[in-house]
């Protein structure tokens, strides 16, 4: 579903927006069974926590980064609509994702309730521009339905937060309660947010409960000073490969991969990155060359990481 110009204004205003029907059927569907690739299911987790601890061990246990086993769950971070709302709130079209994870908890393995906090104390170095310049997108994809039992995300809207200085981005358990408004909502709704915005995490509220989302943060590319992650430093996670291939040039961009019309690419790195990512259509970058093409100065890797077209892993 396109956000609608009306709930952007609310980002901008308010400070946050709720979009339910966001994801179609289809697109939700094939998430949803894909996260048993990660997670274990709710009936097979409530059977025997204690098999599960993994889970356990503190609020952001259940979260894992981009990218993922199945083209179904990495897909959802390139949404079109996902996309276009990013363009259109952002008012860029060369944009970056910082950051992707998927988040999931199980009622009782922890206290998910959280402070009120703004979330630029770990998404940039500075504190945001209350006129909204230089803003960031970040959003909550949910994958399955959150009511008030299933500890939704609980914000303040910025009228109810401006005279609370920026700097204070932490604020003590308890307070605004009050302010706050639920973004409990069905599964294929989507959360969009300011970094200024004060919110916070709240904790079930019975038994037996389950919360799956995913969480997309755009910005406008050449901001140094914002940011999260450093896609390249993901390049050799089992996912990443498959999902560079089955993107389109525009959705590579936005992980920071070279865009058509580069002078990154030539005959030889044409050659290169076909040979690291098996099946992926380069004709848009340009026509590559010999295999065996010449390598840059500095740029000669081991044996065994360049028989597989891919960089070595980390030590």
């Given at each position: 579903m396109r956000v609608s110009d009306s709930s952007l204004a609310q980002v901008r205003d308010r400070g946050f927006t709720v979009v339910e029907g966001f994801l179609d059927p289809g697109t939700l569907k094939a998430a949803q069974d894909a996260l048993w690739d990660i997670y274990p299911r709710p009936e097979d987790y409530f059977a025997d926590p204690r098999k599960h601890a993994r889970w356990a061990l503190t609020q952001f246990s259940g979260v894992k980064l981009y990218p993922y086993p199945s083209w179904a769950l990495n897909r959802v971070a390139v949404y079109p609509d996902l996309v276009d709302a990013a363009e259109r709130l952002l008012g860029a079209t060369d944009l970056e994702i910082y950051k992707v994870e998927l988040w999931a908890k199980y009622a009782g393995a922890i206290n998910y309730d959280q402070v009120h906090h703004r979330d630029f104390g770990n998404h940039s170095l500075v504190a945001p521009r209350s006129d909204g310049a230089h803003m960031q997108m970040t959003t909550i994809i949910l994958l399955s339905d959150v009511t008030e039992l299933d500890g939704p995300t609980k914000l303040i809207?910025?009228?109810?937060?401006?005279?609370?200085?920026?700097?204070?981005?932490?604020?003590?358990?308890?307070?605004?309660?009050?302010?706050?408004?639920?973004?409990a909502a069905p599964a294929g709704s989507l959360l969009i947010y300011r970094t200024d915005v004060i919110h916070r995490g709240s904790d079930f509220k019975a038994p037996g409960r389950s919360r799956f989302v995913m969480l997309v943060d755009f910005q406008e590319r050449g901001w140094r000073w914002n940011g999260k992650i450093h896609w390249g430093d993901h390049?050799?996670?089992?996912?990443?490969?498959?999902?560079?291939?089955?993107?389109?040039?525009?959705?590579?961009?936005?992980?920071?991969?070279?865009?058509?019309?580069?002078?990154?690419?030539?005959?030889?790195?044409?050659?290169?990155?076909?040979?690291?990512?098996?099946?992926i259509d380069l004709g848009p970058y340009g026509k590559p060359g010999k295999p065996g093409a010449r390598r840059g100065a500095g740029s000669r890797a081991p044996r065994a990481a360049r028989s597989k077209g891919e960089s070595p892993p980390d030590a």
């Open positions: 809207p910025l009228s109810e937060s401006r005279d609370i200085p920026l700097h204070r981005h932490h604020l003590r358990m308890g307070d605004l309660v009050d302010k706050e408004v639920s973004a390049a050799n996670r089992p996912g990443l490969r498959e999902a560079m291939v089955a993107m389109t040039p525009r959705e590579r961009d936005l992980f920071g991969f070279p865009p058509t019309g580069s002078d990154y690419w030539n005959a030889q790195t044409l050659t290169d990155v076909a040979a690291r990512y098996p099946g």
